[in-house]
T-cell receptor
Framework: GAVVSQHPSWVICKSGTSVKIECRSL??????MFWYRQFPKQSLMLMAT?????????EQGVEKDKFLINHASLTLSTLTVTSAHPEDSSFYIC???????????FGDGTRLSIL | RKEVEQDPGPFNVPEGATVAFNCTYS??????FFWYRQDCRKEPKLLMS???SGNEDGRFTAQLNRASQYISLLIRDSKLSDSATYLC???????FGAGTRLTVKP
């Protein structure tokens, strides 16, 4: 149980393109989803916390107009990287949990490469 | 002071060794504790939750020390496949630290 699916797993696109990443909880309802970014050999950095039906809470330094998060249902959250540039190239990972205080379950991650 | 602190390592141990990691936390009201492992270029995977009385899963033992505000992970009989970065998560603070890097060598 507790499977989180993230799609796509790999994206390569041109600078200026907007990229949407989906995160789905397959066998549980995720009241809260989290979006992380990880650069090579660095730790996971929390970008935002997303609660179903409300606006995401962004971490300090993360541009909410750049990284659009939508959590319209209890099983789906999306992250859209708008007008992506090479410096946005990174490993983006989502996670979900079904209750406060519970463990997070991670998606497989999305490798984003902007040329 | 950071909410959660871990020794980044690296820990380099031979196969079969016993190794232990600690993770200290600053919020005495913390209630939920977890250990994750992350392999290179992969997502973190839940290794085990940490219960107040301590818990064991095969070669892995997790313990909580509320008085000193730390959790620990003990790995017995290390395998090559245990090589990874081990991350602790405390309470509802979903910010990960750098983790502790473990390399098990033949």
């Amino acid at each position: 149980g507790a499977v989180v699916s993230q799609h796509p797993s790999w994206v390569i696109c041109k600078s200026g393109t907007s990229v949407k990443i989906e995160c789905r909880s397959l066998d549980f309802q995720a009241t809260t989803m989290f979006w992380y970014r990880q650069f090579p050999k660095q730790s996971l950095m929390l970008m935002a916390t997303s609660n179903e039906g409300s606006k995401a809470t962004y971490e300090q330094g993360v541009e909410k107009d750049k990284f659009l998060i939508n959590h319209a249902s209890l099983t789906l959250s999306t992250l859209t990287v708008t007008s992506a540039h090479p410096e946005d190239s990174s490993f983006y990972i989502c996670s979900a949990r079904d209750h406060p205080g519970g463990p997070q379950h991670f998606g497989d991650g999305t490798r984003l490469s902007i040329l | 002071r950071k909410e959660v602190e871990q020794d980044p390592g690296p820990f380099n141990v031979p196969e079969g060794a016993t190794v232990a990691f600690n993770c200290t936390y600053s919020n005495s009201a913390s209630q939920s504790f977890f250990w994750y492992r992350q392999d290179c270029r992969k997502e973190p995977k839940l290794l085990m939750s940490v219960y107040s009385s301590g818990n064991e899963d095969g070669r892995f033992t997790a313990q909580l020390n509320r008085a000193s505000q730390y959790i620990s992970l003990l790995i017995r009989d290390s395998k090559l496949s245990d090589s990874a970065t081990y991350l602790c998560v405390v309470n509802d603070d979903m910010r990960f630290g750098a983790g502790t890097r473990l390399t098990v060598k033949p």
